[in-house]
């Protein structure tokens, strides 16, 4: 954002506007520390975030948006996250474009964690040559079902470090010792 007056005028008008709506309003120091601490952003983007925080903000208190929340609006307008369900979608689209391609015979590694797994460890490429068109209907639901049900954050980071949970060689000879 440029240091211009107009700049700074709708920004101010943006703050104002977005904290009225909840029952608020900001001092002139609120608004300075506002500025200096999105200077980064366009105008535009702000008015967005702004737009944004009046249809989907639920909360009232504090009445006056956080920074933090106007960044976090930013970011939501700028690069829009799909709902897991969207993803486990797209993700089903992936591994049959695969399969299609490929055929049961596919070895292909998925980037995305959970599809990796899913089809590392419940399905492979193969079981869905044996499957019929029909079965393949019904394996997208499966597979998106889950697909939902590891995605969620603590999954997904145990997912990632599984590769990491070997013990090395003198640590099982501790545990021998032990007798664990």
Known sequence: ??????EIAMFAKVIVGVSEEFGGSPSDDNLELKFNALKEYSIEQIRQAGTWLLKNRKETFPAVPKTQEFINAIQQTTNPQLSPKAKAHEQCDIVLKYFQYYGSA?????????TKYLM??????????????DDLKWWRKDFVEAYQE???PQD???????KNCTIPATKL????????
């Open 156 to 162: 997904v980071e145990l997912l990632e470090n599984q």
């Open 173 to 180: 000879k501790l545990l021998a010792k032990v007798g664990v």
């Open 120 to 133: 590392e460890n419940r399905w492979s490429f193969y079981q869905l040559g044996g499957m019929k068109p």
């Open 106 to 114: 596919c070895d292909h590694t998925f980037k995305d964690t959970s």
């Open 1 to 6: 954002m440029r240091n211009t007056e107009k």
């Open 150 to 152: 590891i995605s969620k």
